[in-house]
């Protein structure tokens, strides 16, 4: 592996994506639980982390197994500043391709590299604080905002650090417009600021990174992409009467839940081995239930609106 100091180049063994000159510490917040569900994930992230993208599957199902237990609470951790510096490797935006190339093999998630060849981003600023603009709005709106402006970015090559292609993802979500830009070029740079100290102050060098909480302080961390598992235990460690939700597998039900899924995702919901899963979801395509989109480096399948 090469010498891994650049945010953009994510270590494949750890499954982290570290942020500039950061060093590791431990959790110094005592307790961060006020909600009513028994645990909270402070959940530390990055529109452009490629790690972050890798965990998508195994969150996905943490929530639907223990959504009742768990309140995740989204955190953006500024990944990306800017290309004033030059470290592991990488000294502009065309060093990333290939290792995006790279991390989408290893995690089997759909990324496209070229995106740093053609239309490369020059921070992870913007759409950070556009994801804190739609927080503002609604969690649930906000939330498959992210989701959305990653499969921008990581499929279809598309540069969200510019606010009209911003524009486009807060429209589809269904974000008001008019609050979103002002709240874009206000009050949500200072949430994205407040995220950023406070990622300094429990220790947060990398994406994703995951801090389980009960109400009586106890902390449980999750670092760096890792099996569904790890999560699991996390839970379970706090909350040893936390029972799983048992949930539709089918792909009506999934789908109804999720509206975009890769085959990975897909395997790991239905609890299908990912061959059989890809297969499953190329019928449907054939069908016309699901509408298949294809990147060089892997597919992504939404259901059909009538």
């Not at 510490?25 to 992230?45: A, D, E, W």
């Not at 004033?84 to 190339?101: E, Q």
């Not at 093999?105 to 600023?125: A, F, K, R, T």
């Not at 959305?148 to 269904?174: D, P, Q, Y």
Request: aromatic share 10%; net charge negative.
């Amino acid at each position: 592996m090469i010498e891994q100091s650049n945010p953009l180049l994510c270590d494949l063994e750890t499954g982290l994506c570290e942020t500039p000159d950061s060093t590791a510490k431990g959790v110094t917040s005592k307790k961060v639980n006020s909600l009513s569900k028994p645990i909270k994930v402070i959940y530390y992230t990055d529109p452009i982390c490629s790690s972050c993208w890798g965990i998508e599957p195994q969150l996905r199902k943490l929530k639907l197994e223990y959504g009742s237990y768990i309140a995740i609470e989204y955190r953006m951790g500024g990944l990306l500043p800017d290309w004033s510096y030059s470290s592991g490797g990488i000294s502009k935006a065309s060093d990333v391709a290939h290792h995006w190339d790279e991390v989408s093999l290893h995690y089997d998630m759909p990324i496209d590299g070229d995106v740093w060849l053609e239309d490369p981003l020059n921070s992870s600023y913007p759409p950070s604080i556009a994801f804190k603009a739609a927080q503002m709005q609604n969690e649930n709106l906000a939330i498959a905002f992210l989701r959305e402006i990653r499969e921008m970015v990581f499929l279809h090559k598309k540069n969200i650090a510019k606010w009209e292609i911003l524009e486009v993802a807060a429209e589809k979500v269904g974000l008001d417009l008019r609050k979103f830009k002002i709240d874009f070029e206000g009050k949500a740079k200072a949430l994205f600021e407040e995220d950023l100290m406070l990622g300094r102050k429990l220790g947060v060098r990398g994406f994703p990174s995951l801090y389980f909480s009960d109400g009586q302080g106890n902390t449980e961390f999750v670092y760096g992409t890792r099996a569904y598992a790890f999560y699991e235990i996390a839970v379970l460690k706090l909350a040893p009467e936390a029972k799983k939700s048992e949930y539709r597998r089918n792909w009506e039900a999934l789908f109804g839940k999720y509206p975009t899924l890769t085959a990975k995702e897909f395997s790991e919901l239905s609890g299908n081995g990912r061959a059989e899963a890809e297969e499953v979801l190329d019928v449907l395509t054939t069908q016309g239930k699901l509408v298949k989109e294809t990147t060089k480096n892997g597919c992504l399948w939404r259901r059909k609106m009538d």
